[in-house]
């Protein structure tokens, strides 16, 4: 069965305090892995989508990684501003609909 | 591009009244799928619907819901009658094709069952 899971389940960072979210896999034959950023009381905002393991993607402070079993978010000298709950979702090849791990709940203090 | 709209954004009802939530794709796309979200099982798959024809319903959790998409700009989720445990928040999402397979949400109904 398709399974995602996400670490950890919180995480309380310090304005410019770096760190990474983990997203672990178990999939037959991933077709892609995709991250969303979600602000309370808003839909999941599309991030990045990786395809291949070695493939890495940037965008601002975010960059995402990917290997045969997880994927990493690495936030650098994060703002305020990038508080959210951060979603990683595959697509398998196995069903043609996406898996959803729990999420990230990301706050940043200054 | 408006992106996806849904409506109502809101919605509180009485056990055992119908709840029918809108949903406006994204021009041009495709794929259609209806999410629920809460707390305890997350992002959950209801459908998902391909050029307005459904092609996956396993995720409706039982017969009192129901969707329809009567065209390429329009789609419906239905519960009749509802239940407290329905309360979640409900998303409606679209991509262009398969290649791409990027989904877009929308801002979602919170939906409240008394």
């Known amino acids: 069965e398709d399974q995602v899971t996400q670490s950890p389940e919180a995480l309380r960072l310090q304005e410019g305090e770096s760190s990474s979210l983990n997203c672990s896999y178990t999939?037959?034959?991933?077709?892609?892995l995709f991250w969303y950023r979600q602000d309370p009381g808003k839909g999941p905002e599309f991030l990045f989508t990786l395809y291949s393991a070695g493939e890495e993607k940037e965008k601002e402070r975010l960059k995402a990684t990917l290997t045969k079993k997880e994927s990493f978010l690495h936030i650098t000298a994060p703002k305020p501003e990038d508080s959210a709950t951060y979603l990683c979702a595959v697509l398998s090849g196995g069903y043609n609909k996406l898996i959803f791990g729990a999420g990230t709940r990301l706050a940043v203090h200054p | 591009d408006a992106g996806v709209i849904q409506s109502p954004r809101h919605e509180v009802t009485e056990m055992g009244q119908e709840v029918t939530l809108r949903c406006k794709p994204i021009?041009?796309?495709?794929?259609l799928f209806w999410y629920r979200q809460t707390m305890m099982r997350g992002l959950e798959l209801l459908i998902y619907?391909?050029?307005?024809?459904?092609?996956?319903d396993s995720g409706m959790p039982e017969d009192r819901f129901s969707a329809k998409m009567p065209n390429a700009s329009f789609s419906t989720l239905k519960i009749q009658p509802s239940e407290p445990r329905d309360s979640a928040v409900y998303f409606c999402a679209s991509s262009q094709d398969r290649a791409q397979e990027t989904q877009y949400f929308g801002p979602g109904t919170r939906l409240l069952v008394l």
């Open positions: 021009s041009g796309h495709d794929y």
């Open positions: 619907f391909n050029n307005n024809v459904p092609i996956d």
């Open positions: 999939v037959s034959g991933l077709r892609g």
